[in-house]
């Protein structure tokens, strides 16, 4: 626009901008509603087009969405099952954790310095009492 109308003065060109611009959009809903809001620059109509199509965007979604009602007696069961399983599953979580507390981390390639023992290291050594770590 700078280029092709540089005898123009700024607000003409932003104005020409604009139209050029509301010319451009394919959708007519969009297109009209813009031409209607008669933007005065380049910024605005575009602020207000996008604005617009948003707007439309979920009204047509909104439209579609319907509550449902289910109802049926297979719920009850449904939540007895998934509370049973879900504590089925806690146990066995909880198991797994206390098993992997008592169980020692071995590494047979490590050698721990201060009983020359290997695969295990500090924390994991049996010999050493926790008063003699410090």
């Known amino acids: 626009m700078n280029l092709d109308y540089a005898e123009c003065p700024p607000d003409v060109r932003d104005s020409l901008a604009a139209q050029y611009f509301v010319d451009a959009i394919r959708d007519e809903d969009t297109q009209h509603a813009t031409r209607l809001m008669d933007a005065k620059d380049l910024k605005s109509a575009l602020a207000y087009s996008m604005k617009y199509e948003a707007a439309k965007t979920v009204s047509k979604t909104s439209r579609n969405v319907r509550s449902i009602e289910i109802e049926d007696s297979t719920g009850k069961e449904k939540d007895e099952k998934f ?52």
């Open 83 to 134: 509370d049973c399983l879900l504590k089925t599953f806690e146990k066995l979580l909880n198991s797994h954790v206390a098993g992997k507390k008592n169980t020692l981390r071995r590494n047979p390639n490590v050698t721990f310095w201060k009983c020359n023992k290997k695969g295990h290291v500090q924390r994991d050594c049996q010999t050493i009492s926790p008063n003699q770590e410090n």
